[in-house]
T-cell receptor, first 112, second 111 residues
Framework: GAGVSQSPRYKVAKRGQDVALRCDPISGHVSLFWYQQALGQGPEFLTY????????KSGLPSDRFFAERPEGSVSTLKIQRTQQEDSAVYLC??????????FGQGTRLTVV | QKEVEQNSGPLSVPEGAIASLNCTYS??????FFWYRQYSGKSPELIMSIYSNGDKEDGRFTAQLNKASQYVSLLIRDSQPSDSATYLCAVNIFGNEKLTFGTGTRLTIIP
């Protein structure tokens, strides 16, 4: 596709449930980022991949959050044992190395 | 002190006027600066990027960077109702690919 694609667009999870969010970056983009955006706030960095290597995971809020990009293309952000404070929009972005990042439409996660 | 600071607004500007959005940053190692526009319920969309001191113009948009003052701004000329959105300032620090965002300024253009 022409842009960054994320699925699902919306996810409602019961507290304690595990969720998996998918990101399909722009073809050929080496860098992939995950951000978390709470209501009324700017996006907050979670983690960064260069190809399949996770080079920075300093923004992951707890060990319940895990991200992977095994073949250097599609990435999955997994949240285990979801809590209400995990409710947010999860944004994926991709870029050519050192260039401008383009964002997907995001996944809105609501934990009830 | 937050790394990137913006006035959250709302900022109301009459249609046709100039909207001025401001951003300050704390890390002097910052090398790349971006303005993203975000409509409600949508993802951030890049409006402008600027890398060196001075002004950069693109259509109705002008980005201004002053590294000595750690200040970056966005001017929108001839504001249109379609410019009503939240504007996010983002900064990239040398040697680090990630972006650090401000909280965004909500702009409303009044017809």
């Amino acid at each position: 596709g022409a842009g960054v694609s994320q699925s699902p667009r919306y996810k409602v999870a019961k507290r304690g449930q595990d969720v998996a969010l998918r990101c399909d970056p722009i073809s050929g983009h080496v860098s992939l980022f995950w951000y978390q955006q709470a209501l009324g706030q700017g996006p907050e960095f979670l983690t960064y991949f260069q190809n399949e290597a996770q080079l920075d995971k300093s923004g992951l809020p707890s060990d319940r959050f895990f991200a992977e990009r095994p073949e250097g293309s599609v990435s999955t952000l997994k949240i285990q044992r979801t809590q209400q404070e995990d409710s947010a929009v999860y944004l994926c972005a991709s870029s050519l190395e050192g260039r401008v990042a383009f964002f997907g439409q995001g996944t809105r996660l609501t934990v009830v | 002190q937050k790394e990137v600071e913006q006035n959250s607004g709302p900022l109301s500007v009459p249609e046709g006027a100039i909207a001025s959005l401001n951003c300050t940053y704390s890390d002097r190692g910052s090398q790349s600066f971006f303005w993203y526009r975000q409509y409600s319920g949508k993802s951030p969309e890049l409006i402008m990027s600027i890398y060196s001191n001075g002004d950069k113009e693109d259509g109705r948009f002008t980005a201004q960077l002053n590294k000595a003052s750690q200040y970056v701004s966005l001017l929108i000329r001839d504001s249109q109702p379609s410019d009503s959105a939240t504007y996010l300032c983002a900064v990239n620090i040398f040697g680090n690919e990630k972006l650090t965002f401000g909280t965004g300024t909500r702009l409303t253009i009044i017809p």
